[in-house]
């Protein structure tokens, strides 16, 4: 038995899933400013780094420093350096990855859907070098409801200046 209650808020989620998709299409399609071949990135990426941003690997739950990461600043790619997230949107979800509500801006990241390990899950990529950076949920908290469950390892913190 779905509930009024349930039904107004799987609504309102896939509404916010659909505006976070919304402007970017599908990876295959996309193009990005940053391109370099996989010999390039591995010699630019740490082996952890590759992993998450090139093969979408996902790096153990409570294994990134970002997790823990309480300074105000912002969260970079460690692919290309573009601006991801900004510590104002940072929460603890308690899942063990960090963990934030909004991107720092529209064209930060992409999304795709990702029906991988037999999930339907929504992907997260780097909007500059294509790098996957982790997935998107419609669990979050206000307000957007939105759950965006980052690799640390796919970031850099640039703690804003004091
Ligand atoms: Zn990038």
Redesign the pocket.
């Known amino acids: 038995m779905i509930t009024k209650r349930f039904l107004l808020k799987s609504l309102a989620s896939t509404a916010a899933i659909g505006l976070a998709l919304r402007g970017r299409s599908a990876l295959a399609a996309e193009t990005f400013a ?1 391109t370099r071949t996989n010999v390039e990135w591995r010699k630019l990426l740490s082996a952890e780094q590759y992993a998450v941003l090139r093969q979408s690997a996902t790096e153990q739950p409570y294994s990134s420093p970002l997790d823990r990461e309480k300074r105000r600043g912002t969260f970079a ?1 460690a ?2 350096e ?1 601006d991801l997230f900004s510590s104002t949107t940072k929460f603890d979800s308690g899942t063990g990855w960090p963990s934030f509500w909004a991107p720092i801006d529209d064209k930060a990241v992409g999304t795709e859907s990702d029906t991988t390990f037999g999930m339907v899950r929504t992907s997260v990529h ?1 909007g ?2 294509g ?1 996957h950076l982790g997935h998107v949920f419609d669990d979050g908290p206000k307000p957007t409801g939105l759950r965006y469950c980052m690799n640390g390892v796919a970031m850099a913190f640039k703690p804003l200046a004091a």
């Open positions: 940053v790619c692919g290309c573009q780097c500059r070098c790098g």
